[in-house]
């Protein structure tokens, strides 16, 4: 049940693009974006809503396909900052899962 | 300023002892989880509730135990009857339990079975 992302990790160096993709063998209504630092709390990024819907803020954007099931995350021009894991979520059935993670590293 | 708080941020336990975790919210959210992580994975859903008096079990429930009396509290037993539970626990809520609804995170109990 659980969306399976892809890739498991990466390492960027600071200004490089990455892209983290989500995809679910069920049907996807919506999809959740978080990000969790070592050791705190996940943050929630964005939810897609819809179908083709495409989001994003600053350097970092998401689009869902929900016919293929998947959606993908952008992150252009990567900062220190962004490291961490992120992880998509979904809704399937009554429950919510969350994906199995990307480790996201960015150096300098 | 509104939020969610989860205590004690370190907890440890003796084998065979049940323990108590706590999760308190100001947000006036109606949906409330829990969640466990494991180092390197993700995280599992152990309970959910959508409203007062009311929750369901997430797919590891087994050795857990929620109540659910107020809206702002949502408090997680683990019992002597969870096999392996040192883990990170993770409290949220969500302002309903439809899929539309982002989950605001309090900062965790990393417990220690000793």
Known sequence: QQPVQSPQAV?????EDAVINCSSSKALYSVHW????????????????????????EKI???FNEKKQQSSLYLTASQLSYSGTYFCGTELGNQF?????????VIP | DGGI?????YLFRKEGQNVTLSCEQNLNHDAMYWYRQDPGQGLRLIYYSQIVNDFQK??????????????E??????????????AFYLCASSIDGASG?????????????L
């Open chain 1, 11 to 15: 390492i960027l160096r600071e200004g």
């Open chain 1, 34 to 57: 978080y990000r969790q630092k070592h050791g705190e709390a996940p943050v929630f990024l964005m939810i897609l809503l819809k179908g083709g819907e495409q989001k994003g803020h």
């Open chain 1, 61 to 63: 954007s998401a689009s």
């Open chain 2, 5 to 9: 708080t989860q205590s004690p941020k």
């Open chain 2, 73 to 86: 509290s949502f408090p997680l037993t683990v019992t002597s009857a969870q096999k392996n539970p040192t």
């Open chain 2, 58 to 71: 997430g797919d590891i429930a087994e050795g857990y135990s929620v109540s659910r009396e107020k809206k």
């Open chain 2, 101 to 113: 609804g982002k989950q605001f995170f309090g900062p965790g109990t990393r417990l220690t079975v």
């Open chain 1, 97 to 105: 899962y969350f994906g199995t993670g990307t480790s996201l590293t």
